[in-house]
């Protein structure tokens, strides 16, 4: 370790470490920008799908169900697009291509997701309801999702979810990322 002597007022000599070491956040930077989206990933597609995460939820009007799943899809595009962007330096050479696809596909998918709701006024009541294009939804969330489950494995191969050799406590890596880190 390298050490640098400091003299205090006291005339005392005090030696304060520096380390050698490198710095290393690796599994900091795995948890929070790596398995972090991968947990919101399948939480926004929940909601995308469903208006909510979980059953017990209370029941909403369907607009505001439209509206949580328009928003979640969004959060899907984006989420998929920082994890991508997040594991591209770390990705195999035999692997890039298929990154690069995903992230081609994914920017596509953003740009005609303006088409996946409309708003409807009903003429009487003059209240405006959001609806889903639900077929141009299922469209979109059909090829995030293929994405979302595909980009695991070069993720993998990089060493990035799982080391070859380390046995792997998946609740407890699960209950760390959700407790935030």
Same mark, same amino acid.
């Given at each position: ?5 400091? #003299? ?5 000599? +005090? &030696? ?20 972090? +989206? ?18 017990? /939820? ?11 799943? /328009? ?6 595009? &984006?989420?998929?697009? #920082? ?12 692997? /890039?291509?298929?990154?690069? !696809?995903?992230?081609? #596909? ?22 405006t309801i959001l609806k889903i294009h639900? #077929? +141009? ?5 059909? &090829? ?5 489950? /595909? ?14 050799? !380390?046995?792997?406590?998946l609740d407890k890596i699960t209950n ?6």
């Amino acid at each position: 370790m390298a050490k640098n002597e400091v #003299q205090s007022n006291s005339g005392v000599d +005090h &030696t304060l470490s520096l380390g050698s070491q490198a710095w290393n956040v690796a599994d900091g930077y795995t948890k929070i920008k790596i398995l972090r +989206h991968l947990v919101q990933l399948d939480r926004y597609e929940n909601i995308a799908l469903y208006g909510s995460e979980d059953m017990e /939820e209370l029941p909403f009007d369907d607009s505001y169900i439209s509206k949580r799943r /328009e928003e979640a899809i969004r959060r899907v595009v &984006t989420t998929l697009r #920082q994890l991508l962007g997040n594991v591209k330096f770390a990705i195999k050479k035999e692997d /890039e291509g298929k990154v690069d !696809d995903y992230l081609e #596909q994914v920017e596509f998918v953003e740009k005609v997701l303006d088409g996946i709701s409309y708003v409807e006024e009903n003429m009487i009541t003059h209240e405006t309801i959001l609806k889903i294009h639900e #077929q +141009h939804f299922k469209n979109c969330m059909k &090829t995030l999702s293929r994405i979302k489950d /595909e980009v695991n494995f070069p993720i993998n191969n990089a060493g990035l979810i799982f080391r070859g050799s !380390d046995e792997v406590d998946l609740d407890k890596i699960t209950n760390e990322i959700i407790e935030g880190g």
